[in-house]
């Protein structure tokens, strides 16, 4: 299995207005042989927002059961309501961009061998392909009782799993850690997985195909290119500036076309990279994470960490450490 190669680089390439992807952020989920994936339920308000671009060698499939999400995929964005089902491929780099702060979404890999396995007639041959070309995210909604059976699903497979906050916090397969998803039944969880890939996949062919997206603007994907660089540094001044364009302008269409101010964006980012910082070991406490991850202050620190999860830091991260 490829190491984990989770960290923070820059993920564009800026030449004049035209941006792509600098490199293949590969990101190992270290899965353990016994298990044919794992399966949680992500909610903005235990998990960290982890916002780099990444992909993996496993099938990642999504179901939302509140709020909202919005992804980037090839410089579109897509975002999802309840109902959504969505799926990436192991060649398709991803970003999650944004969540409303009551976003709740179940998240389930497969990995390459049980797809092999599971998926040997024409029906589901699609699901075996490492690269499935320009097809954006594949999505649809579903009909009421459809996503009433998978959510069903999804939660009788997650009974006894791991503790919920622990999984968020770690995002399933340990961020920048040792953490291992584990499960009390790994033949319950495989069996369940396998059902789960196939009546879903069954579910996305017989449901309309949907490819509603936005692309983003140059100018959008050029500011999160050089935020991506340096999210501490750059103030909406500078950005404006490299981008080109005015200031007002480029707050409005980074808002319009990302889902929030430009300085959410950035804190979330900041956010993220503390819950690095904060897990690796490498910062003894708190405020040497806070400070590592592009915070001024423990004040702006304690703020956009309240409006994240509702809480403050200390109190969060200290109800953590006892459980």
Request: net charge neutral; glycine share 6%; charged share 20%.
């Amino acid at each position: 299995m490829t190491k984990n190669l989770f960290y923070w680089p820059s993920v564009f390439l800026h030449s004049g207005i035209n941006l792509s992807y600098i490199v293949q952020v590969l990101v190992s989920l270290k899965i353990d042989p016994q298990y044919d994936g794992f399966l949680f339920l992500a909610e903005s308000v235990r998990n960290p927002p982890i916002l780099v671009s990444h992909r993996h060698l496993e099938v990642e499939l999504n179901l939302v059961v509140n709020g909202e999400i919005t992804y980037v995929l090839d410089g579109r964005s897509y975002t999802f309501g309840r109902g959504s089902l969505l799926w990436f491929f192991p060649s398709q780099e991803h970003q999650n961009m944004h969540r409303t702060p009551d976003a709740q979404y179940y998240v389930a890999v497969f990995t390459p061998d049980m797809i092999q396995r599971a998926c040997r007639s024409a029906t589901y041959a699609d699901l075996g392909k490492q690269d499935v070309g320009d097809v954006g995210i594949l999505h649809c909604i579903l009909e009421p009782a459809r996503f009433e059976l998978l959510e069903r699903m999804m939660a009788a497979i997650m009974e006894g799993s791991m503790d919920a906050d622990l999984l968020n916090r770690e995002a399933g397969f340990g961020v920048d850690s040792s953490f291992r998803f584990q499960h009390h039944d790994p033949d319950a969880l495989n069996a369940g997985l396998r059902h789960l890939v196939l009546l879903a996949w069954r579910y996305q062919q017989a449901a309309e195909a949907r490819a509603d997206s936005l692309k983003l603007h140059p100018s959008v994907r050029q500011a999160l290119a050089l935020i991506s660089e340096n999210p501490e540094s750059e103030s909406l001044g500078e950005l404006a500036k490299k981008c080109s364009i005015s200031e007002a302008y480029l707050s409005r269409i980074f808002r319009k076309q990302v889902g929030i101010p430009l300085s959410q964006y950035k804190n979330n980012i900041r956010l993220g990279r503390f819950w690095e910082c904060y897990a690796d070991g490498g910062s003894t406490n708190m405020t040497e994470a806070m400070f590592e991850a592009g915070f001024g202050s423990y004040a702006q620190f304690y703020k956009v960490f309240r409006a994240q999860y509702g809480r403050g830091p200390r109190h969060l991260l200290r109800s953590r450490t006892e459980a």
